[in-house]
């Protein structure tokens, strides 16, 4: 049923500059990203062509110079950049991307900090 395919990419990680304290501003931090791009797969289902459906190759690529193109003071627009760059590929009308620090600078005993956020195409956050 269209618009229920999702192509699931876990686990994408980059280094990139995000954050408001000095160090964060200083150097680039490792970050995980998961994104899941609502696409229909039908016609790939049927067809095993890469034609008909969409390349998640390119996909991370885009993501990941998103990721490290600039700087981003929040987690939040960090997101909103990836989930731009994700609705920009043809035949994508949604998308959700979770972005986390894997070292964030706080005191204590946090394994990561991070943001998820759905977006569609045409909507404006």
Same mark, same amino acid.
């Given at each position: 049923m269209a618009g229920t395919d999702l192509i699931e990419l876990r686990g994408l990680r980059v280094m990139g500059s995000v954050g408001v304290l000095p160090e964060e501003r200083s150097r680039l931090q490792p970050l995980?990203?998961?994104?899941d791009v609502v #696409?229909? *797969? !039908?016609?790939?289902?049927?067809?095993d062509a890469l034609?008909?459906?969409?390349?998640?190759?390119?996909? &991370?690529? !885009? #993501?990941?110079?998103? &990721?490290t193109s600039t700087h981003h003071d929040l987690l939040e627009r960090l997101a909103q950049v990836v989930a731009d760059v994700v609705l920009g590929f043809d035949g994508i009308p949604a998308v959700t991307v979770a972005v986390r620090k894997l070292r964030?600078?706080?005191?204590?005993? *946090?394994?990561?900090?991070?943001?998820?956020?759905?977006?569609?195409?045409?909507q404006h956050a």
């Open positions: 995980e990203l998961d994104v #696409v229909d *797969l !039908a016609a790939a289902g049927h067809s034609v008909d459906t969409v390349d998640y190759g390119a996909i &991370c690529e !885009a #993501v990941a110079a998103a &990721c964030p600078p706080v005191p204590s005993q *946090l394994a990561t900090a991070g943001v998820r956020i759905q977006r569609r195409a045409g």
